[in-house]
């Protein structure tokens, strides 16, 4: 599985996506623990688990993201701020079927990434990467029913919404839908 060894600098109007360097690696702890992302990806399950994270990334994590670069089925990019170059979140294609040619997509954008156009940017080049240079069909994704904002986003960009998997989310003690969508290479062809 070697689809995604071509690691790509995606340039947008403003952010790119780009490997991991050590200061985007250094940038994703206080990114990771902030409890807006911890809430929207679905990482814990009360706002008081949200409050407690550490704002350094552990040794494992650290040594995970280092990888990174060097993983040939999955492609990992610092989503970055183009008028500062400071890594503000992550946009990942991952869990890699080369027989179904599909794949998931997840992105998460720390507090400076966010409400700037950086999510519906960084989505748009991430997809039409993946379709444009690789031959994958199908690319999938879930989304938490209270992230209203990630479903606009991903709905523009041409995702379906295929089903829902009903109350399979609890936060604070009140349950969710897991929304699931996704993109199939026609479709994305029929919008370029």
Request: aromatic share 8%; with cysteine; proline share 5%.
């Amino acid at each position: 599985m070697t689809i995604f060894a071509d690691k790509p600098t995606l340039l947008g109007r403003l952010m790119l996506l780009r490997p991991f360097t050590p200061s985007d690696i250094d940038a994703m702890g206080p990114i990771l623990a902030d409890p807006e992302v911890l809430r929207l990806t679905g990482s814990v399950h009360s706002s008081e688990a949200a409050q407690r994270q550490p704002k350094r990334l552990d040794e494992r994590a650290l040594e995970w993201y280092r990888t990174r670069n060097e993983q040939v089925d999955r492609l990992d990019l610092a989503v970055v701020d183009r008028s500062t170059d400071r890594c503000v979140g992550e946009a990942v294609l991952n869990d890699l079927s080369e027989p179904d040619a599909s794949c998931n997509f997840r992105i998460l954008l720390g507090p400076d990434g966010r409400d700037r156009g950086f999510g519906s940017e960084a989505t748009g080049l991430i997809i039409d990467h993946a379709f444009a240079s690789t031959d994958l069909h199908r690319i999938e994704l879930d989304v938490i029913a209270f992230n209203p904002r990630a479903l606009r986003v991903y709905e523009q960009v041409g995702f379906v919404i295929e089903g829902r998997r009903r109350d399979a989310f609890t936060f604070d003690g009140d349950r969710y839908d897991d929304i699931i969508m996704s993109i199939l290479r026609p479709e994305w062809a029929a919008r370029h």
